[in-house]
């Protein structure tokens, strides 16, 4: 095994050989993950009211089309139990290969979905399935390519590795939103009818891509370890669960502040700006594009960051970053004016980014080895149903029944107290990135090898 020729400078250099790949696998399989995900929050932005959800007023259709949005949120915690059970017993590259499959899937059939016009109910009924299979797919994602990625890292690079996956996000975001930048401009009038399509289609080519790379990576040398000691739990999701219950609530509280704003930050916007502002739809999705060109920056940088000053502590300074932006936030998209605008979007993913860098390390290192994928996986994504979910709903509310953004100010607030008080339950790190002091239990305090208090070997 490579792990075991560690100390020799060959050794060393195969090493260096599988973390690249296990850096690159999950971080372009991630990217097309999300790729597909932004894509449908675009399309539910701009164009599947009118064309799923017609006959309605705009606010209405508005609603409508955000609620199908809910839906493949709602379904990110079961991907990832389901994804999680099977990743901690039988390995983080084997589930991180169906959960491509099912997201490319699920994307390219709704690329090929008939419209209300078309088929009448049947047509919204099946988009709503397909953002299921959707958020299945993107909630078993997440915990397998942090995972593979961090877990072949170095114990003090595991904010930086484990921040390369969630690079996944502004790459999948640059991809769908300059997709349908292009589309929008290339098909003029006919992007209602036909444009839209082509970006849904084109992710059959990239999963095709994600495929082959990740099929060329070793398992994470963490599990390998897990597997080696006969310490693989019979039902890691119960054990996590029953022993570390509060860890998972404390991870999607954490969340708050970081999922909700995002989603009012790239999707919300869209309808915010074009609907009650009256501006271009086209210079909106550029003010989003640039944004994500310099989360590929900012993510790794603050996962760097998290390496050297602490998790808790550059976690901390952007939770009350995005919430003092909150009000400064709307005030500049109010003015209409191009440069402010663009100062607004960028400024608000970069406080999103001082958060997500070192988010996922943050979570995963509350685990042992033999639960991560479970714990992290199921923590991560229940934020989903009470953060990134609600968040476009909430929002979209709160402007029709106002009319002001104030409102919405405060519910971005909010999800940050909530956020900051979920920061203090979550316990500090070792070292060695294992839990200690209040809150840890026997799981986390594991090492790799150590089966949990109720955990029975695997046959």
Known sequence: MATQDAGSGAGRSVVRGHRNRAVVA???????????????????????PHLFFPGQSEYTG???????QFVGFAARPLGAAIFGHFGDRVGRKSTLVITLLLMGVSTVLIGCLPTYSSIGLAAPILLVVLRVFQGIGVGGEWGGSVLLSMEWGSKKRRGLMASWP??????????????????????????ESWGWRVPFLASGVLVVIGLYVRLKVLESPDFTAVKRKEAVVRMPLWDVLRYQWREVIAAAFVRLSEQAPFYLFITFVLTYGTSHLGLARGDLLDDTLVAAAIGLVTIPVFGHLSDRYGRRLVYGIGIVCVGAFAFPYFALLDTKTPGLVLLAIVLSLVFHDMQYGPQAALIAEGFGAN??????GLG?????????????????????DTGSSTGISLYIVGCCVLS???????????????????????VPRQ?????????????
Do not use: C, H
Request: charged content about 10%; cysteine-free; aromatic content about 10%.
């Open 26 to 48: 999950s971080t372009v399989g991630t990217a097309i993950e999300w790729y597909d995900f932004f894509l449908y929050g675009t399309a539910a932005a701009l164009v599947f």
């Open 62 to 68: 508005v609603l409508a089309s955000f609620a199908t």
């Open 166 to 191: 969630q690079m996944g996000v502004p790459l999948g975001l640059l991809i769908s939103t300059g997709m349908v930048k292009w589309l929008s401009s290339a098909s003029g009038d006919g992007f």
């Open 371 to 376: 639960v991560r994928y479970s714990g992290a």
């Open 380 to 400: 991560y994504q229940l934020a989903s149903v009470i953060a990134g979910g609600p968040a476009p709903l909430i929002a979209a509310a709160i402007l029709e």
């Open 420 to 442: 900051m008080g979920a920061l203090f339950l979550i316990p500090k790190r070792a070292e060695d990135g294992t839990a200690v002091g209040a809150g840890s239990t026997a």
């Open 447 to 459: 090492e790799a090898g150590e089966g949990s208090p109720s955990s029975t070997k695997s046959p």
